[in-house]
């Protein structure tokens, strides 16, 4: 069994750049910068290591990208890795180039850090399955006192059918 995944959080280090192909099919491109922060053993001093990464993000995924992003909204990126190589025109050295494919995407921070001034609350979204709509997230979470109980008799070890709450 293989497994091709990645989960990045990071911050975007350019506005996703859209673009269609010539089936129709939107694509965006942008950058996501994460980090690690760590202090020195030796020295004490907090030190500091940015990877860059490329996002490439397809269908109705791309067109959220590009409505909803911009540079340095943090965001929560699932998907795969894919590697594209070629051969320089100039210099006939191999080059390569490796970007995430993202497959779902959630934003993060408050409506307060968005220059966009998108809803930020998606579900993930997977652009694998067609959605007209991105849904904002389900807040009403009920009350603790509203949540039922299932009361078990101590004498007994079964659950009775009319404690169930569904």
């Not at 779902?104 to 067609?130: A, V």
Request: aromatic content about 6%.
């Amino acid at each position: 069994m293989d497994l091709n995944k990645v989960m990045i959080i990071g911050r975007l280090t350019n506005d996703p750049q859209s673009r269609s192909t010539q089936t129709g099919q939107n694509v965006a491109s942008f950058g996501v910068a994460t980090s690690k922060k760590w202090n020195d053993k030796n020295t004490g001093q907090q030190r500091e290591d940015t990877q860059f990464h490329n996002i490439v993000a397809w269908g109705k995924l791309a067109e959220i990208c590009s409505q909803y992003l911009n540079k340095g909204k943090q965001v929560y990126i699932e998907g795969r890795l894919q590697t594209q190589s070629w051969d320089d025109k100039n210099t006939g050295e191999k080059k390569y180039k490796t970007e995430i494919i993202a497959e779902n995407l959630i934003m993060l921070g408050s409506k307060d850090q968005s220059t966009g001034g998108g809803n930020n609350n998606f579900q993930p979204q997977n652009n694998n399955q067609p959605q007209n709509n991105p849904q904002p997230q389900n807040t009403n979470i009920p009350a603790s006192e509203e949540i039922p109980t299932i009361n078990v008799d101590d004498d007994k070890d079964d659950i009775k059918i009319e404690d169930i709450p569904f």
